[in-house]
């Protein structure tokens, strides 16, 4: 049986392992296309795009500006808010609800936005009776950012929602869910989706238009919360993917009808993708990836245990 170790990332810490379902296989594909921020991505998008050195070099420096997106801003403007009055009023949120959000994010050497949904890790969430009531918090903090600062707010979106996926993976895995893991995989990949096209002059793309949780409003929010929408089906936006990728996540999974799905692995920006499939379209599914000339490898107990990063700082 194959063995998962989920880690905590900043600071990297174990938290245990778990046994993946019989009824899933893991692949790993290497798409190979190199990391658009490296150096060999240079004359790689010179060949494929029959571009020059400087054109293919401006990508290079976009997908490295890109890939340097962080928390710490986002939680900061978070900071920012819990201080002042009047857009602690405009957010709807209680004062002990921003007290205890401040002191799940001060407690430790570093604020984190994972401490603020952890259970064990602070007390914010004891102020939320169930789940829905703790998204539905989160959802208030992400409006102490304010509109005008929107890249903030799609990364620490991403990072909220990432963090419960995380931990509703490991559940899912837990019990055997294979259908809430694929579409957990499914939702892990949307909120990395690319916002630009490398292929088209680094062009918008058209997701941010599909969803209104990519660059999530102020009135998007507001409807969310009179839904009591979950927050680990939330994609933000940490753009570690590309459209290549993007347009193969779709396609797996529409054509598997739900049976497979991928996400970008590792740093992202090209590389490896995870693929998730129920067992008995693996064959499929793995046909399917290497038709793509994708290099794939289904993990096996054999492999020693492999990483998954779970909760991002």
Not at 131 to 159: N, S
Request: charged share 25%; proline share 4%.
């Amino acid at each position: 049986m194959t063995q998962l170790v989920v880690v905590g990332s900043f600071p990297e810490e174990f938290i245990r392992t778990v046994a993946l379902p019989e009824s899933i296989v893991v692949f790993m594909a290497n798409t190979n296309i190199p990391r658009l921020s490296a150096a060999e991505a240079v004359p790689w998008l010179q060949t494929k795009l029959g571009i020059t050195t400087e054109a293919a070099s401006e990508i290079k420096a976009w997908a490295k500006t890109t890939m340097q997106l962080a928390y710490t801003p986002a939680v900061e403007a978070i900071l920012s808010g819990l201080r002042d009055h009047c857009v602690l009023e405009r957010a709807g949120l209680e004062p002990e609800d921003a007290e205890a959000a401040a002191n799940a994010l001060l407690k430790g050497t570093q604020p984190l936005l994972r401490d603020l949904l952890i259970v064990g890790h602070s007390d914010f969430h004891a102020s939320a009776k169930d789940r829905a009531a703790a998204h539905r918090l989160v959802y208030r903090l992400l409006k102490l950012i304010p509109q005008e600062q929107m890249t903030l707010r799609q990364v620490a979106l991403y990072g909220l929602s990432e963090t419960e996926r995380g931990l509703r993976y490991v559940s899912a895995v837990e019990r055997g869910d294979a259908r809430e893991v694929l579409r957990l995989v499914c939702a892990a990949h949307d909120g990395d989706r690319a916002l630009r096209d490398y292929r088209s002059r680094l062009a918008p793309t058209t997701w941010a238009d599909e969803r209104d949780d990519v660059a999530p409003t102020d009135d998007a929010i507001d409807i969310w919360l009179k839904r009591n929408d979950d927050l680990a089906y939330k994609a933000g936006a940490f753009q570690r993917s590309i459209p290549d990728i993007d347009e193969a996540a779709s396609a797996l999974f529409a054509d598997f009808a739900g049976d497979a799905a991928l996400r970008v692995a590792a740093a992202g920006m090209g590389g490896t993708v995870a693929v998730h499939a129920l067992v008995q379209r693996a064959a499929e599914v793995r046909e399917w990836l290497e038709r793509r000339g994708w290099s794939v490898r289904r993990l096996e107990p054999a492999y020693p245990a492999r990483v998954v990063q779970l909760l991002p700082h």
